[in-house]
């Protein structure tokens, strides 16, 4: 049994340094995971009402052939849900340098440093979400590849789960920033705004329970 609890452990420790932004998870509680899933939740709801609420309502209100799930379908190859990965995660890049970040007064250092956990990597990930959704949608919605006498058509399915898989990440970004946000709440009232501060005293936090 103490094998297994060890392996069991020591698999979970080692998918922290494969999974994006999960090694400092264990410093959040189960309060800071359930707020974050909460928030995520209405925020998901409500965004996405625009792709879902007409292929929903439509057969009620409206006479037709057409279902739901093939509506939506639709709708996701479109590209329009690379818009909304692109409107989910774009404002972490200006909530998290503009709240957490700071100029260092060192100046043997990076001019600009940012005092929360995985900070350089969420404003690179969602740049890069950005990037990617930006480039997709503007392809998929230039004239040249819009007529059907076109040579080059796209992939429906193909759109269809890169667009879902995309989403997806874009909501653990998410979910990840909230929980650490909610993990920091005390530390950013009471230490500091200096990144060596606040990282030494993280780091030395205990486990939540």
Same mark, same amino acid.
């Given at each position: 049994?103490?094998?297994i609890? *060890? =392996?069991?452990?020591?698999i979970?420790?080692?998918a922290?340094?494969?999974?994006p932004? &999960?090694?400092?998870? *264990?410093?959040? /509680? !189960?309060?800071?995971?359930k ?19 007409m292929?929903?309502? $439509?057969?009620i ?5 057409? &279902?739901? &799930?093939h509506?939506?379908? %639709?709708?996701?190859? %479109? %590209? ?6 692109a =409107? ?5 890049i200006?909530?998290?340098? *503009?709240? +957490? ?6 100046? #043997?250092?990076? %001019? ?6 995985? $900070? ?5 990930? /969602? !740049?890069?979400i950005?990037?990617?959704? $930006?480039?997709a949608f /503007? ?5 040249i590849f ?8 796209? #992939?429906? #399915? ?8 995309? +989403?997806?990440f874009?909501?653990?970004c998410?979910? &990840?920033a @909230?929980? +650490?946000?909610n993990?920091?709440?005390?530390f ?8 060596d501060?606040? @990282? ?6 205990? #486990? =939540?329970?």
């Amino acid at each position: 049994m103490q094998q297994i609890e *060890r =392996a069991f452990w020591w698999i979970l420790n080692a998918a922290t340094y494969v999974v994006p932004f &999960s090694r400092e998870f *264990r410093k959040c /509680s !189960a309060r800071d995971f359930k707020e974050a899933f909460q928030e995520l939740a209405i925020t998901t709801f409500f965004s996405t009402m625009p792709l879902w609420i007409m292929p929903l309502l $439509g057969p009620i209100i409206f006479r037709t052939d057409v &279902s739901f &799930s093939h509506e939506l379908f %639709g709708t996701i190859t %479109g %590209g329009e849900l690379f818009v909304y990965c692109a =409107a989910l995660v774009g404002p972490l890049i200006y909530i998290i340098t *503009r709240r +957490y970040g700071e100029m260092s007064e060192d100046n #043997n250092r990076f %001019g600009f440093t940012i005092a929360f956990p995985h $900070g350089v990597s969420f404003v690179l990930f /969602s !740049a890069l979400i950005c990037l990617f959704a $930006g480039f997709a949608f /503007s392809l998929m919605k230039n004239p040249i590849f819009l007529p059907k006498e076109s040579p080059v058509h796209f #992939n429906a #399915n193909g759109i269809f789960w890169t667009s879902i898989v995309v +989403y997806v990440f874009s909501l653990y970004c998410i979910f &990840s920033a @909230s929980a +650490y946000r909610n993990a920091m709440t005390e530390f950013v009232k009471d230490t500091p705004r200096d990144e060596d501060t606040f @990282s030494t005293q993280f780091e030395n936090r205990k #486990n =939540a329970e």
